[in-house]
């Protein structure tokens, strides 16, 4: 009878030490989701709220230089006509490139996401 004691005692232990490296591991996990979940909503608030500011200040300057245009050709409707065509040039161009955009987000993100 020792040796059906001796490999039951050994199996619980196996048991034992399974049930451990799985609750260790799922914990592991836990804690690595949580990691890049507040990492991303982190960046994702900063992204905001320095788009936010920078947005402001986009305006001002943008009204601004419509406002100096037209002073400068003697007609403020111009200027900002003027300035309405380079917002629509920029955005034409960022559309052109939104790919190359997304590569580098993507190649950012896996670097944090698949770090061992």
Known sequence: MSIFESINNTSNKATDIGERYIDKSFEYFKLKIFQQLTYTIS????????????????????????????????????????????FMIIGLIIYKVRYVVDAKIIEKIQIKFFKS
């Open 43 to 86: 960046m994702i608030g900063k992204a905001l709220i320095i788009g936010a500011v920078l947005f402001i200040g986009l305006i001002l300057l943008s009204v601004s230089a419509a406002i100096a245009i037209g002073d400068a050709l003697q007609n403020v409707a111009l200027g900002y006509l003027i300035m309405g065509g380079v």
